[in-house]
C-alpha cells in the first residue's frame, strides 16, 4: 500500500503564493506518475496537473497553465505544487494522487490518493 500526505494548504491573498507537498511512504514505485487533484464545494474532483516517474513530462489543466508548478524529488518521495497568482477560484481542496498514467484526468485511473489539503483563496 501506499501512503500519500499532503501539507501546505492554508489562507492567501489573491494574487498570493503558496507551495503544496506530498510525502509518499509504504510500496512507492518511482515509475508511478503524481499528480495533484483538486474539488471545490458542489464540485467534481478535477485534475490539476501531473508529473511522470522520471520528471520529464508534465501537464497542466488550462486553468493553472503558466501559474502552477509541479515537480518531484523521488529521493524524498516528495512531490511539490508550486502555486503563483492565486485566485479565488483556485480555492478547493487539493489532492494528491499516485498512478501510472501520470496525465489522466479520469479519477479512476489514479491508484493512491492523499486526504486532501484546503486552499483557501481570499479577494
Known amino acids: 500500500q501506499v501512503q500519500l500526505v499532503e501539507s501546505g494548504g492554508g489562507l492567501v491573498q489573491s494574487g498570493g503564493s503558496l507551495r503544496l507537498s506530498c510525502a509518499a511512504s509504504g510500496r512507492t514505485r518511482s515509475s508511478y506518475g503524481m499528480g495533484w487533484f483538486r474539488q471545490a464545494p458542489g464540485k467534481e474532483r478535477e485534475f490539476v496537473a501531473g508529473?511522470?516517474?522520471?520528471?520529464?513530462?508534465?501537464s497542466y489543466a488550462h486553468f493553472v497553465e503558466g501559474r502552477f508548478t509541479i515537480s518531484r524529488d523521488n529521493a524524498k518521495n516528495t512531490v511539490y505544487l508550486q502555486m503563483n497568482s492565486l485566485n479565488p477560484e483556485d480555492t478547493a481542496v487539493y489532492y494528491c494522487?499516485?498512478?501510472?498514467?501520470?496525465?489522466?484526468?479520469?479519477?479512476?485511473?489514479?491508484?493512491?490518493w492523499g486526504q486532501g489539503t484546503q486552499v483557501t483563496v481570499s479577494s
Open positions: 508529473i511522470s516517474g522520471s520528471s520529464r513530462l508534465t
Open positions: 494522487a499516485a498512478g501510472f498514467i501520470y496525465d489522466s484526468r479520469r479519477y479512476e485511473d489514479w491508484n493512491h
